[in-house]
């Protein structure tokens, strides 16, 4: 319902900002250090949104970057993962790290994050990976079925590219860049390329 609140930094507090847009404070609940970068009281800011509605409350959750709001719709989509302990997560993990532990099984960094113990990281990593495996299989039905040209990999790009899915990006927008990106950077560097590629668009 809500993709962006841009307006006036009217508070920063501790776990949430407010934005007044023309007279309307709204209450965005952010991680920590989500909040140290999203400017100083004053400015006019951008926030990427994630409007959450039950039975008893009504939330906003945002987020600096679309990856970040991305990783967050991820987590939640976990069973047993709250929106509470994914803000949690986003303020201790990069989503270039977060990809990373998925990509390979790294349950040991999971575990470290704040409400996470040793079955939800199994469980993430187990629940994203099938999650991907599924869209992987639906887009390549789709590739198929219209004869697109298939962009070929070597296996370090295999992996980018399989990173940069878990954090929610297509098969399409990812070939779009994965070109552009230095084969020579660390799997690391590569998936942080890609990802500042897929921002601009």
Known sequence: MLAYIKGELALKARGYIVIDVGGLGY?????????????????????????????????????NTNEELRLFEL?????GVGAKTAI????????????????????NTLKKLPGIGPKTAGRIVLELKDKLKKEQQIEELSV???????????????????????????????DEVISKIDNSLSLEEMIRAGIKELSKK
């Open 27 to 63: 209450k965005i609940f952010m991680a920590e250090n989500t909040i140290e970068n999203v400017g100083k009281v004053g400015d006019i800011v951008k926030v990427h949104t994630y409007y959450r509605v039950m039975e008893d409350d009504i939330s906003i959750f945002g987020f």
């Open 144 to 174: 198929a079925s219209s004869n697109v040209k298939i962009i070929q990999k070597d296996s370090k790009q295999e992996e980018v590219c399989t990173a940069l899915q878990v954090l929610g990006y297509s098969n399409k927008q990812i």
């Open 75 to 79: 987590l939640i989509s976990v069973s």
């Open 88 to 107: 949690t997560m986003l303020g201790t993990i990069e989503p270039s790290d977060f990809a990373i532990a998925i990509i390979s099984n790294d349950i």
